[in-house]
């Protein structure tokens, strides 16, 4: 080789890594990265003429290719389709064994791919418009102990081959991009680490919060009942009625916290199902509505339906939760009393149930996680509104579930009002069977 084709060599190995390193240092994600990098190598590194990255998936498997590029590539998405296994072709080989390899001609090539699964090489073939290389090269990814795949490059033309010069090159660049794929899993597991770690600090913030809450309603009960077993005091009957009424509303608040966690528990593990029956919204609203106003002297619950509101394809016993839920947040974020009015609109697509209260009302920033699980409205006013932090997010499974959407408006110090609609498909005509 003369000095000046080893001095052509150099700048041209120097080019491509200036390139490749600059791409590198990128913080696009990792597809992408391989993309530009290949991209770059194609057009830096003359031998050169199309490239893959096989990066291996360990819970598949299989090897699948990423960054292709090149010139002689006709189809690259008959490519991306490509499955390979442990072992196979001159991909399964490299990463093996750890090293490079060379191929300069084709019964080379075709003794090297002699285990390719048919359906692989009809894509191979397919990719390069029935073209065959003549002339290949592939490196291990390897960092820090840990396999990720194999970089590997091909030349069509007779007149194109890589040499041994080329193969040490190109396990520099397969180290290159090793280091970013080791670089990006690191990455990854520290971001699940911390995603992980987050949760279960609130899981455990949640368990406290529903450790707190439950116990409070269970401790009045302990208190009213055991205040009525003494023996030794003689309660006046309206006292006796006050103290079976305040033992009765708490029962109710601890069995709509139970229904909200075993329902949250069914969403978790993908079990909630509904028993759809016609239903008459406003009839179920209101008995809904009288239950819940045994629960406030300050508040005002009124209920609002059309004559001729329809008949809705639903779930009884969910709906009424729902508004359950709805109502119960209502009174609790209005704390000095007031008007919860519930109404029913029926719409061109969809029937909407909205409950407003006049109550301390949500800042902007509140609404946007309101129906995340656990999450708790901070009162402005300082009072704390007691519950699980399950009610709106079970509101809104129930609702989805039902094909329909829940939302709110609100702002602070002018009450807030919730939605939810039920889509027309869900609906039949209103019939009197009365």
């Known amino acids: 080789m003369s000095r000046s084709q080893s001095d052509e060599n150099i700048r041209r190995e120097l080019n491509t890594l200036t390139e490749v390193s600059k791409t590198l240092i990128t913080h696009a994600d990792l597809p992408e990265l391989l993309d530009a990098v290949m991209e770059r ?78 359906n692989n090489l009809e894509k191979f073939v397919l990719t390069f418009g029935g073209e065959s290389p003549h002339s290949m090269v592939a490196a291990q990814l390897c960092a820090d102990d840990h396999k990720y795949g194999v970089l590997f490059l091909g030349s069509l033309k007779s007149s194109t081959t ?34 992980a770690r987050q949760a279960e600090l609130l899981r455990a913030e949640a368990m406290a919060t529903l450790s707190h809450e439950l116990r409070t309603p269970m401790a009045s009960i302990k208190g009213y009942s055991t205040a009525l077993l003494l023996e030794d005091i003689s309660w006046p009957k309206e006292k006796e009625q006050e103290f079976l009424r305040l033992i009765d509303e708490e ?34 609203t209101q008995e809904v509505v009288r239950e819940m106003q045994h629960h406030t002297e300050i508040h005002h619950l009124v209920v609002d339906f059309p004559d001729d509101f329809p008949i809705v394809n639903a779930d009884p016993l969910r709906i009424k939760q729902v508004i359950r839920n709805i109502i119960d947040n209502a009174i609790k974020y209005s704390p000095t009393g007031g008007l919860v009015m519930v109404r029913g609109e029926v719409r061109l697509n969809d029937i909407v149930i909205s409950i407003s209260d006049q109550g301390v009302g949500i800042s902007r920033e509140d609404l946007i996680p309101l129906f995340d699980k656990y999450f708790r409205v901070k009162s402005p006013t300082g009072y704390h509104v007691p519950g699980t ?22 702002n602070v110090g002018e009450g807030t ?8 498909d869900g609906l039949n005509p209103a019939i009197d069977n009365e």
């Open 41 to 118: 190598i194609i057009n830096t590194f003359t031998p050169a003429e199309f490239g893959v990255v096989f990066i291996w998936y360990p819970q598949e498997n299989v090897f699948r290719p990423h960054g292709i590029c090149g010139k002689g590539i006709q189809n690259p998405q008959i490519l991306k389709e490509m499955r390979l296994r442990a072992g196979e072709a001159i991909t399964g080989k490299v990463y093996e064994c750890g090293k490079a390899m060379l191929l300069n001609s084709p019964a080379e090539i075709a003794e090297i791919q002699s285990n390719i699964n048919p």
């Open 251 to 284: 029962c109710d608040n601890l069995q709509t916290m139970i229904n909200d966690i075993l329902t949250s528990s069914l969403l978790d593990v993908g079990q909630l199902s509904l028993e759809l029956e016609p239903v008459r919204l406003e009839r179920l």
């Open 417 to 424: 009002a919730l939605f939810f609609s039920i889509p027309s």
């Open 389 to 410: 932090g399950l009610g709106l997010p079970v509101a809104r499974a129930i609702v989805e579930a039902h094909s329909g959407r829940i939302w709110a408006e609100s």
């Open 162 to 195: 890589f040499s041994n010069r080329d193969l040490k090159f190109v396990e520099t660049l397969a180290d290159l991009i090793a280091l970013v794929v080791d670089r990006v899993r690191l990455e990854t597991e520290s971001t699940e680490t911390n995603v």
